[in-house]
């Protein structure tokens, strides 16, 4: 099982992105999932969180102008990004919770990043 983000890029401030990340696999279901970023020289830091319920999260720096959404027959979560500022710029990652298989239930489980380039 594995997660797989797309969607990054390169855009002007102002500018829009969405990030899309799919678990792979024979899976179940998916648990809580999460946006995560990580700019060059910093920690990283969470964005937003969606639950198995759609109850979503997210840090105040996005507020208003991310969202996160999720679609579970897909096993697909979605990070829609607007009005962009050039302190977005970082590699974004996708974190599920927990991927449960007929085997076992795998707990955190992170993507592979997809870098967001914003310019002035």
Not at 50 to 57: A, K, L, M
Not at 66 to 78: A, Q
């Amino acid at each position: 099982v594995q997660l797989q983000a797309s969607g990054g890029g390169s855009v002007q401030a102002g500018g829009s992105l969405r990030l899309s990340c799919e678990a792979s696999g024979t899976i179940l279901s998916v648990g809580a999932m999460s946006w995560h970023r990580q700019a060059p020289g910093e920690a990283r830091e969470l964005v937003a969180t969606i639950s198995s319920f759609d109850i979503t999260n997210y840090a105040d720096s996005v507020k208003g102008r991310f969202t996160i959404s999720r679609d579970n027959s897909k096993k697909m979560v979605y990070l829609q990004m607007t009005s962009l500022k050039p302190e977005d710029t970082a590699v974004y990652y996708c974190k599920a919770d927990s991927l449960i298989t007929f085997r076992m239930t795998y707990r955190d489980i992170w993507g592979r990043g997809t870098q967001v380039t914003v310019s002035s």
